[in-house]
């Protein structure tokens, strides 16, 4: 697992969080980008307010943050850029403590990372609720969820798929029953090891891999050795990676809805949605725009063409028509 997506909190982190929160959030710099109201923001209901907006240090958060503030902007406001932060729990406590008003955040990691629950809900909405819900007593409102959904499965080159033609999650297990010996996988030394992972995913698809079929290397050589190598049938991969499509994987259906629900939602420290509840009108068109498919391109213009993260962010919310140039 990605700890910059969120998925774990190591020992220690909160106390780090907190530290960062008393001092290391008192740099950032302001946007200074001169862009006016598109389809949201008319009015500029934001005229007069000073608001921080933050993120994780993993592309597609940064580019997420980015687009809050660059529709804070545009609305009017005085928007301080703190993206980037370190660790997901220093973003995290950043909102509750109001040392940042707004970010993107996950559904699951809200619900089993910050709320400490070990089974996650599979219907997402339910899951997003549950977390809406969970979260108020902490100073935390979530607003509508996108469907961009950043979970973990598993991938194959469309190459090696000509040949075993997998479109599922039971799809791998009937082939590891039939041909034990194709089925060879790639992950992340924790997602090798965690329940929720794939030991679980395992004793959900009724299946029992060889410990010599199960390779462990970093995240980012996954991808490679799934896409040109024949050491890899199988790799661990996030869903909304750019790298997916310029690597030509095919992303395989989880059937039985093992793995939890990652929708991106805005939150928001509760003080500053109370003194701007507009910023729900604000944002919800853009969740609603946000999808898993939209999400790989964007995060493939930064992982695989080096693009800036605001200037992605900048160029599709103004493709979209939701803010202009001023």
């Excluded at 687009?67 to 850029?81: P, R, S, T, Y």
């Excluded at 970010?103 to 699951?108: C, F, M, Q, R, S």
């Excluded at 030394?189 to 929720?196: G, I, L, M, V, Y």
């Excluded at 109370?274 to 391109?297: H, N």
């Amino acid at each position: 697992m990605r700890t910059g997506q969120g998925r774990t909190a190591l020992a220690g982190a909160a106390a780090l969080a907190l530290a960062l929160a008393g001092c290391g959030l008192k740099s950032g710099s302001p946007m200074v980008d001169d862009v006016v109201p598109g389809s949201v923001g008319q009015g500029q209901p934001l005229d007069g307010a000073s608001l921080t907006v933050t993120s994780k240090n993993f592309s597609e958060s940064i580019i997420l943050g980015q687009m809050i503030g660059l529709i804070f902007k545009a609305a009017g406001a005085e928007v301080l850029d703190r993206t980037n932060l370190p660790s997901s729990i220093s973003a995290r406590e950043a909102i509750i403590q109001g040392d940042a008003d707004a970010e993107y955040e996950y559904t699951g990691t809200g619900w089993i990372t910050y709320l400490g629950h070990a089974k996650p809900i599979t219907d997402p909405l339910a899951q997003w609720k549950a977390v809406r819900d969970a979260d108020r007593k902490n100073g935390v409102t979530w607003l509508r969820p996108s469907t961009l959904n950043n979970t973990y499965a598993l991938a194959i080159s469309k190459k090696n798929n000509a040949t075993y033609h997998l479109k599922t999650l039971s799809d791998v297990a009937a082939l590891s029953k039939k041909n034990p010996s194709a089925v060879t996988v790639c992950v992340e030394n924790e997602f090798a090891s965690r329940d929720d992972g794939l030991p679980g995913m395992e004793k959900a698809y009724g299946m029992s891999l060889p410990a010599a079929n199960i390779r462990k290397m970093d995240a980012g050589i996954i991808y490679t050795q799934v896409s040109k190598s024949n050491s890899c049938l199988l790799g661990e991969v996030f869903t909304t990676d750019g790298r997916i499509k310029a690597m030509n994987l095919d992303v395989l259906a989880d059937n039985k809805h093992f793995f939890p629900n990652y929708n991106a939602a805005p939150v928001i420290h509760t003080p500053t949605f109370d003194k701007y509840p507009v910023i729900a009108d604000l944002l919800d068109p853009l969740s609603a725009r946000l999808t898993t498919e939209v999400a790989q391109v964007l995060n493939a213009r930064v992982d695989v063409d080096g693009d800036d993260p605001h200037d992605v962010a900048k160029d599709w919310l103004i493709g979209e028509g939701f803010i202009k140039e001023g």
